[in-house]
């Protein structure tokens, strides 16, 4: 438990260097997920850094593209590539793209286009009922994702083909690029119209390791539905002075000063 | 020149045959199976078939997906919703990743007939030959699509594979083998080239024959792959008969001739006359009927090799 506090506390520091050395990057996101992505990574995935296209291997597909600098935080810490890498995000002469890219280790599937990551999870898991593999897909949805038609495309066809081994989670922060999601487009209620779509929902603190970790293992129980879980979580989580401010949504250039305050805002 | 046979019969045969002896594919339809012609293999081998109903979109981005996993998916549906209305998912879940994926589109061209504009697509492969380390192939006949096929399931990587409607005449051997990338010369002459793909091929040896018959010797090449193009051939017969007519069931925005155009421009630049249909919606109504509407008869190929002749000459 603890662990996984440090270990997501450093996902946020990683993070917010990256995005401080590339001058751009979206924090705000960034650090909404990262208690997500550290007990995906550090307890539910099975992955292995010396192999990562191992055919077998659990797939995570960050659909939320632009919160990458926290998926390549995660991936350095987990031991595919060398932590100090993340300082290179968004070079010309380094492979850490602005937005997931399949060249990059641990990375399953390219998004930054929103919607289209369910779909391509969804194709895995049918992949792995397909070939009696025993592999889980996850997908980690943003609010941007909820709006786009290709997403409910894959809800409903996950939902027909009682796609179990597929759980979506929500970055539910309630922000997006310019505004908030209940002025911008409203999609709640949420559960409601995924339960009818077929889909086991679950709602957590998208910031309480617990609850997150409870609402996986639901997830591995199920066996005739894929599985959501609608994670409430806080825009810029960590950052004082980022939290629930849409104006750190989007590709960010973050002074010496904002930097070092967000660190010692993340100190231990 | 002798059966007429739908390059999408050709396609469900194709399937079928390749369902009984290989175990990398599965079939992804979008309820369309009895318009793209893979009804037969649907029929044959329902475990091997992902549905995806109306919801292209999603079909096309699970493929990138399914791919992942070590399986082929070859994705079935129209052109104007799989090079079109998904076209950003082929573009970014398949092409970008590299994803081995076949995407066979049926629906192209004015070929389809009577369906109307909606359905004749005649963009797709300027779409689809925009996006990066994307093959492109289209059978010109029956006997073609039954090679083609296992051809592309053999050449790793994403391809775009388009698949005619309408009854075509058979004019390749049974056993000639397809090659990808490699274009074939049906018809020896110096006077002119006639650079054909798809259905246009035949109309393209029909009008080699006539233009025989005025003294001028047409060179007949299928163009059966758009990308890559087989660079050697086209700048063989752009040196050796100096004129060139390209011929497709397809807008000239964009297309083979475009992509023909662009290769010599750069290398050997030389009279081109354009064939095809001319920034225009289609219509609908029978396939010969649109061919004369739209200028893309075997008379229409004639008429501009004789004009792009005059060029050269000039």
Not at chain 1, 171 to 194: C, F, H, R, S, W
Not at chain 2, 305 to 313: G, T
Request: charged content about 20%; overall charge negative.
């Amino acid at each position: 438990m603890n662990d996984l506090r440090e270990l997501a506390r450093k996902i946020r520091v990683l993070a917010i260097e990256a995005i401080y050395c590339a001058r751009s990057g979206h924090p705000g996101g960034s650090l909404s997920a990262a208690d997500i992505l550290g007990v995906l990574y550090f307890e539910e995935l099975r992955v292995d850094p010396t192999q990562p296209r191992w055919i077998d291997r659990d797939r995570f597909i960050l659909s939320k593209g632009h919160a990458c600098p926290a998926l390549y935080a995660a991936l350095a810490l987990k031991g595919f590539f060398p932590a100090e890498d993340v300082r290179s995000l968004r070079k010309i002469d380094h492979y850490l793209e602005g937005h997931p890219d399949v060249k990059i280790p641990g990375v399953d599937a390219p998004s930054g286009s929103l919607g289209m990551g369910l779909s391509q999870g969804l194709g895995m898991a049918l992949g792995a009922r397909y070939g009696k593999r025993s592999f889980r897909t996850y997908v980690l949805l943003g609010d941007g994702d909820m709006q786009e038609g290709n997403t409910w495309e894959a809800f409903m066809a996950a939902g027909h083909h009682k796609v179990a081994s597929l759980t979506a989670i929500l970055d539910y922060n309630g922000l997006q690029g310019e505004d908030l999601v209940t002025k911008q487009m409203n999609y709640n209620p949420i559960a409601e119209k995924l339960t009818a779509f077929g889909w086991n929902v679950q709602e957590v603190d998208g910031h309480n390791i617990d609850q997150l970790r409870a609402a996986l293992a639901a997830a591995r129980s199920e066996c005739d539905r894929p599985s959501f879980i609608l994670a409430r979580t806080v825009k810029g989580k960590g950052v004082e002075f980022m939290e629930n401010q849409q104006v750190w949504h989007g590709s960010s250039t973050l002074t010496n000063e904002q930097y070092q305050q967000s660190l010692k805002g993340l100190e231990a | 020149m002798g059966d007429q046979i739908s390059l999408r019969d050709a396609f469900g045969r194709a399937l079928t045959s390749l369902g009984s002896i290989r175990d990398d594919f599965v079939l992804f339809d979008a309820d369309v199976a009895g318009g793209t012609g893979a009804k037969p293999f649907v029929q044959a081998f329902p475990e091997k078939v992902v549905q995806f109903g109306i919801a292209e979109q999603n079909m096309m981005a699970a493929a990138g997906g399914f791919a992942d996993t070590g399986i082929i998916p070859v994705v079935t549906t129209f052109a104007a919703f799989g090079t079109m209305r998904a076209h950003e998912q082929f573009r970014t879940a398949i092409a970008y990743p590299g994803r081995n994926v076949k995407l066979c589109c049926s629906h192209i061209g004015v070929d389809v007939g009577p369906d109307g504009p909606t359905a004749q697509m005649l963009e797709d492969l300027a779409t689809i030959r925009a996006v990066p380390g994307v093959t492109v192939v289209v059978p010109a006949d029956a006997n073609q699509m039954l090679q083609a096929l296992p051809a592309i399931l053999d050449h790793p990587g994403p391809v775009y594979m388009r698949i005619g409607r309408s009854p075509a005449p058979v004019i390749t051997p049974a056993d000639s083998s397809f090659n990808i990338g490699k274009a074939s010369r049906l018809r020896g002459g110096n006077d002119v080239t006639l650079i054909a793909t798809g259905v246009m091929v035949a109309r393209a040896l029909a009008a080699a024959e006539n233009l025989a018959s005025d003294g001028i010797e047409a060179r007949v090449i299928n163009l059966s792959t758009i990308k890559p193009l087989d660079k050697e051939e086209l700048l063989q017969a752009a040196i050796e008969t100096g004129a060139l007519v390209t011929a497709e069931d397809h807008s000239v925005l964009g297309g083979m001739g475009s992509a023909v155009a662009e290769f010599l421009a750069e290398t050997h630049p030389v009279p081109i006359s354009f064939v095809g249909v001319r920034d225009r919606f289609g219509k609908s109504g029978e396939p010969e009927e649109l061919a004369r509407l739209f200028g893309l008869t075997a008379e229409d190929i004639q008429k501009a090799a004789k004009s792009v002749i005059v060029r050269k000459k000039a």
